[in-house]
């Protein structure tokens, strides 16, 4: 990697400088992402269940693992699977030839998958053919991953299955945000729907992924059968050694969404209850070897879905949605106190740079006791009262895009290969994102 190969006076700063920044985010790190929960100081990276830019989820990969995040999630896709275990693997190359020692642990791969349809598993699409020439293109100025490009940079693309020039000319960097399908004069731009297919991702990245996001709502299926039911089921029989379940839904008002939870945990009870209940890991030597651990329970209030890049904003909708689920009491929430809870609560929606600190305006995060690993019996009472962790997905790639802006480097463009200066500065951008929640 060119910071360690060169042997300027500045690259020796910049390593210099580089060393600090990782021996910081190491120390902040907890001893694994289940830790990172209990003591409410859980980050979660999201590229995105729709976003599928090789390039863009292997770096934001690589500058989130050296920055501290405890999970990945990302788009059900070998592909982009095989993208984030790169980034991840040249991170923990780099913190060793610079630490001389490796990271305390890898964060957790999810993939985020769909019980029915949702926001989060579209693509934008329109025929570029309608569009006038004196078109002001609010689509293209407002599309915050650059995949819609100028008229005159489509390149003459490749016409569409429905007989058409799909306008779209990256939909691989489309994630479904739908801001230009409200901005569209014409009302051109349509959002397509589209439903992963469980059984395929789980015999395809089965022993690569240690958890699954399960992306949901109230709403019945066609059979009246309970879509999250059924694929919850197919987990339990496809997928039982997965460390942690995460379910994202919506806010449904106050009533629903706690009616919501609770009826979402039953159905967890029924799919991942008693160890006894579930399968086996298989045979060893003729005996039978014991069911793996129940995975945790992650629940992630959806506030304002895929708008942490607008503004300050967008934090209020998820930290009023934190409240809500709170308050309603419909869970028992895990603490470092109550080791069976396997609860736990994660922010999304709308997460940015002010978030951490709403939370803490709110008494909304983990006392500093618990942090350290100091709590008590006293603070029993108090033990539902904080979130345990935050995802930011907009609002990081949005950081890391700015500064690989900034430096020219293009979407293409590989991290482990900048320059020593603008990798310094990717990395201070990421650990700009975990540190408020991680440094407490």
Known sequence: MPLLCASTQQNSRDLTDLRSLLTEAVELMSDDPKSALSEGRWVKLICGASYQDLPRVKALCFAYTLAGVDCIDMSASQAVVTAAEEGVGAAMLLAEQVLGKALPRRPWLMVSINDQQDLHFRKAAFDAT????????????????????PLDKLETPLPSARGR??????????????????????????AVPYQVEAADVLTSLAGRIDALEIHTNVSASSTGRDPFEDLCRRIRRQASGLRAVSVSFPFM?????????????????????????????GVLAGIEDSPPPRPLHIWQTDGRPMSGDIGRGTTLSAVKFAQVVLQSQALPWASSLVSEDEHF????????????????????????????????????????????????????????????SQWGLG?????????????LAVLRAAFGVVRPIKKR
Request: hydrophobic share 35%.
């Open 130 to 149: 309608r569009c006038p020439h004196d078109c002001p293109r609010p689509c293209e100025s407002i599309c915050p991953t650059q995949a819609i490009p």
């Open 165 to 190: 020039q799909e306008g779209v000319a990256s939909p691989e960097r489309c994630y479904g945000c739908g801001r230009c399908v409200s901005v569209c004069p014409l009302g051109l731009i349509e």
């Open 253 to 281: 008002g106050t009533a629903g969404t706690a009616a919501f939870l609770k009826s979402r945990n039953a159905v967890f009870g029924r799919c991942f209850g008693q160890d006894d209940e579930r399968p086996s890991t």
């Open 345 to 404: 609560l994660q922010l999304a929606g709308g997460t940015n740079a002010y978030t951490a600190e709403k939370l803490a305006d709110e008494g909304l995060l983990s006392p500093a006791s618990v942090v350290r690993g100091q709590s008590d019996a006293t603070q029993e009472k108090d033990r539902s009262a904080w979130v345990h962790g935050l995802a930011f997905g907009g609002f990081a790639r949005m950081e890391v895009d700015r500064i690989m």
């Open 411 to 423: 979407p293409e463009a590989s991290l482990m290969e900048a320059p020593p200066d603008a990798l």
